[in-house]
Structure formats: C-alpha cells, structure tokens
Nanobody
C-alpha cells in the first residue's frame, strides 16, 4: 500500500521547536523528491520545503528560511522537518508529499501544528 504517515505535530509556545517526521511505504522512496506543505485555516496550501531524491539539495519558502530544515533518510524511508523559532503564523496542518515520476503524487494525512502561548 502506497502511503505517507506524518507524526510529530502538536502545541508549542512561540519561539519553541518541533520536529515533524514522515514515514513512506509502498513505493521507491529513494527515487522521489519530497516536500512539506502546510495549510492554515482559511488559507491555501503552501509549499514549505523540498528536498531532492538524493538529499543533496533543498529549498525553502522565504517565510521559513533559516528556521526550518528538511532532511531525509533513504535507508529508513523517512523525511523530517525540523522547525525552530516557531511563530504563531506557523500554525497550520503540515503535509508530507512525494513526487513520483510517471505516477500520481502521494500525500500524507497531515499533522497539526499550533504555535500559541
């Protein structure tokens, strides 16, 4: 079964940190570019961070650059998002996404992140 399962979301105070994880199964993870998206209430889904299949290149939305770090393990079939210096405007549901050449993208179910005091 092709799937992505996110974990690690929760409630954190402003300035705090969270680490999101996404476990992949049912497809060739090491061949896929991976992305994290987020969707805040009443807003469109936005791309937060992306990493190439070999893990050597990554890029970030300007709003998270310098605070978030995306990484992956092609041994464990996981991709992570380390989020530091969190702000209330980072509150959203975070989704993991796999780009598969010649196939439909794979999406996780999402994990909610709330940044509030």
């Amino acid at each position: 079964q092709v799937q992505l399962v996110e974990s690690g979301g929760g409630l954190v105070q402003p300035g705090g940190s969270l680490r999101l994880s996404c476990a992949a199964s049912g497809f060739t993870f090491s061949s896929c570019g991976m992305r994290w998206y987020r969707q805040a209430p009443g807003k469109e889904r936005e791309l937060v961070a992306a990493i190439f299949s070999n893990g050597r290149l990554s890029n970030y939305a300007d709003t998270v650059k310098g605070r978030f770090t995306i990484s992956r393990s092609n041994v464990k079939n996981t991709v992570s998002l380390q989020m530091n210096s969190l702000r209330p405007e980072d509150t959203a549901v975070y989704y993991c996404n796999a780009l598969r050449s010649g196939y439909a993208d794979v999406w996780g179910q999402g994990t909610p992140v709330t940044v509030s005091s």
